[in-house]
């Protein structure tokens, strides 16, 4: 946890190179210091398909899916702090934009919470 998922017009990697895309969202999700920096999950999904607004050829978005637990103006504060550092790389992009959504710790589940050794249900056990 988080998860950082770029969604992006293809021609977006004609200006950057995918690492330099997907660090710039690591690295500004770690200076935060809400995670720890071997939690951060970040990929790219580039796509040849889509429709847009009249006039405009591209875009970039990010869904970031992150534990609940960090009150509004963190989650704000994130969101704006990837719209920023993407904007300075990306400077002639038509639409970008950054939304931050929470995982409910009742519901979600992973390999080390179902693992039977995992006795105080731990998240990152054997991480």
Do not use: W
Not at 17 to 37: C, H, S
Not at 76 to 102: K, M
């Amino acid at each position: 946890m988080p998860h950082f998922i770029i969604e992006c017009s293809d021609d977006i990697l004609q200006q950057k190179k995918p690492d330099e895309i997907m660090n710039a969202v690591y690295e500004t999700a770690d200076a935060t210091g809400l995670f720890a920096p071997n939690d951060i999950k970040v990929r790219l999904q580039p796509y040849q398909h889509y429709r847009l607004g009249t006039h405009k050829k591209n875009f970039l978005h990010v869904f970031g899916y992150i534990m609940e637990g960090r009150n509004t103006e963190q989650k704000a504060n994130l969101s704006r702090q990837i719209s920023i550092r993407l904007t300075e790389i990306l400077p002639e992009i038509d639409f970008l934009s950054v939304n931050i959504n929470e995982f409910e710790a009742a519901t979600y589940s992973n390999k080390a919470l179902i693992n039977p050794e995992n006795s105080t249900k731990d998240r990152h056990f054997g991480l």
